[in-house]
């Protein structure tokens, strides 16, 4: 990732951290730790509700016992108030709670999304796997919303917890052996979620991948209906995404009925432990150990504490399981390398360059862009005499002291290449005539040469396979021109010599290709024979 875009991401007060080594999981943390100022009331609100639910079936209990029960109408009413403030503040708590949470989410999701933006447009390019515009756009939008939406599982689950405890004491006031076995039922209920979380968590993530291709390829056939309809391949777009389409549906399917197998699992336990409860707590009052009240306390609690336990299961193993696959899929995108860094680092190995034109010796400085604008005869002959493309009379070109001539041509031309102003291209695909110049593995990747070229088109909609045709004829004169200059810059030579490499290109594609061309040649020696402004403007040496 660029560390000044890191630094100044990271620098935003709340904005979750990413750096090359974060997982998904830590994409989560800190994605629910963030925004303290709203996650920490939202969480005292949350626990707040939970106790005001638990209070209901206890203030009830007591109002029967001591208005009911014992025929004191006064008391009575003082309970049935008390009872109407409970109702008051829980429903305020969750309220709010609900409020703070969905602003730091909306936070959260912001600032994702925001990067992810920063990324796909970065000007010196997003690598990794190619993705089509449509997939960075679901990532961008449902998968960021899924991420930030895990703050949930930090708000609800914790008021959940604290509500189980408060009515596992207020049971085991009651009785000892109720409310041991209400805390074993919430233990129950978290091993099932752990069970089943795992196969979900999974099958989340390929529904989520499924998705967003289906998402992805339908953005990009609306991006290209002209084209289509052009080529009269209307038909076979329609196939390709109705069988995306349809491995969506299938995953989709798949994932949902792991969801309804968890929720199907937890429902049928939590009747079995509310019928065990009543059952157990029926008898007790039968046989005198409670009284009513706390007969109707126990019931109503028994029924209330199965919603957080299953609460806390379904946050604890859907939303975590689909923030983690959609983590996976944000940090795909954040953590891309950048193509054009870090690509002057190899030592220059050769001497100075001197060209002699018009009776005067030219040194181009080593490690720099260096621009001569000069007559095409003189241009002529000093690109002939370093591609060693016909005999050249002596003093044209040297190399510190030696003349080319008296150089080993494998030498020259391991060390210097020379791209004519008219490349060749040859039959096969855009990535096969840039690979041409491959001379050793891997210091500049095919994708940064063609980002460098200005080809950002066909690294984005992966026309890298699309066929150049005889010559090139099946590309635009300014295509042909950035693949030839992309296979040169794919060479990676230590000195490249350009002539006139941009002329078929508008000005402002030409700007954005000779910013990018001298950023990936950085340290290097490049000699460019032009009279073009910009590559003038960009130059580290010039001479006209």
């Known amino acids: 990732m660029n560390e000044q875009n890191q630094s100044r991401e990271n620098s935003v007060i709340g904005v979750p951290k990413v750096d090359a080594s974060t997982t998904p999981q830590q994409l989560l943390w800190r994605t629910m730790v ?26 009830v209990g007591i109002a029967i016992d001591r208005g009911v029960t014992a025929g004191n109408g006064g008391a009575l009413m003082e309970w049935i108030a008390v009872l109407a403030v409970v109702f008051a503040g829980l429903s305020f708590s969750f309220r709010y709670a609900s409020r703070l949470g969905w602003i730091a989410m909306n936070f959260v999701d912001h600032a994702l999304r925001m990067r992810i933006c920063d990324r796909a447009l970065d000007p010196n390019g997003l690598g990794g796997k190619r993705r089509l515009p449509g997939e960075l756009l679901a990532i961008s939008s449902s998968d960021t919303h899924t991420v930030a939406r895990t703050k949930g599982v930090l708000i609800y689950p914790i008021g959940n917890l604290v509500g ?36 979900l968590s999974a099958r989340v993530g390929r529904q989520q991948r499924a998705a967003a291709l289906a998402a992805g390829t339908a953005a990009d056939l609306m991006h290209g209906v002209r084209v289509i309809k052009g080529m009269g391949a209307e038909d076979t777009a329609v196939d390709r995404y109705r069988a995306r389409s349809e491995r969506a549906l299938e995953a989709t399917l798949h994932a949902n009925s792991a969801t309804a197998a968890l929720s199907g699992t937890l429902t049928a336990f939590a009747g079995a432990f509310v019928a065990g409860i009543a059952v157990f707590a029926g008898l007790q009052a039968v046989h005198g150990s409670i009284d009513i009240g706390e007969l109707i306390t126990v019931v109503g609690l028994a029924q209330l504490i199965t919603e957080p336990m299953k609460s806390i299961a379904k946050l604890a193993s859907v939303m975590w399981a689909s923030g983690k696959a959609s983590a996976s899929r944000v940090l795909s995108v954040l953590q891309a390398p950048t193509l054009l860094e870090g690509q002057g680092d190899r030592p220059y190995v050769m001497g100075p360059l001197v060209l002699r034109l018009a009776d005067a010796d030219i040194e181009v400085r080593l490690g720099t862009l260096t621009v001569l604008e000069r007559p095409s005869s003189q241009v002529a002959a000093a690109t002939s005499a370093l591609a060693l493309s016909v005999a050249c009379a002596r003093g044209i070109a040297r190399v510190g002291d030696t003349d080319v001539r008296d150089m080993a041509p494998e030498q020259l031309r391991q060390s210097v290449l020379v791209a004519p102003h008219a490349g060749d291209l040859f039959e096969g695909s855009v990535l096969d005539n840039v690979e041409l110049g491959a001379r050793s593995a891997g210091r500049i990747s095919a994708d940064a040469a063609l980002l460098a070229a200005g080809l950002d088109d066909l690294v984005a909609d992966n026309g890298l396979n699309a066929q150049v045709g005889d010559a090139g004829t099946a590309l635009s004169g300014g295509q042909r021109q950035r693949v030839a200059l992309a296979r040169a810059l794919y060479a990676d030579p230590d000195v490249l010599v350009l002539d006139d490499p941009t002329t078929a290109v508008d000005s402002v594609t030409e700007a954005v290709v000779v910013t990018r061309v001298a950023k990936l040649r950085a340290g290097r020696t490049t000699l460019v024979f032009t009279g073009s402004p910009a590559w003038h403007a960009a130059a580290e040496g010039v001479s006209s």
């Open 34 to 59: 963030s925004h303290p100022q709203y996650m920490l009331p939202a969480v005292t609100l949350s626990a707040t509700h939970q106790v005001g639910v638990m209070l209901v079936p206890v203030v």
């Open 164 to 199: 189980i405890c408060f009515a596992a004491a207020v049971l085991l006031t009651i009785s000892s052996p109720l409310g041991m076995a209400t805390l074993a039922g919430a233990f129950a209920v978290v091993i099932i979620s752990d069970r089943v979380g795992g196969p």
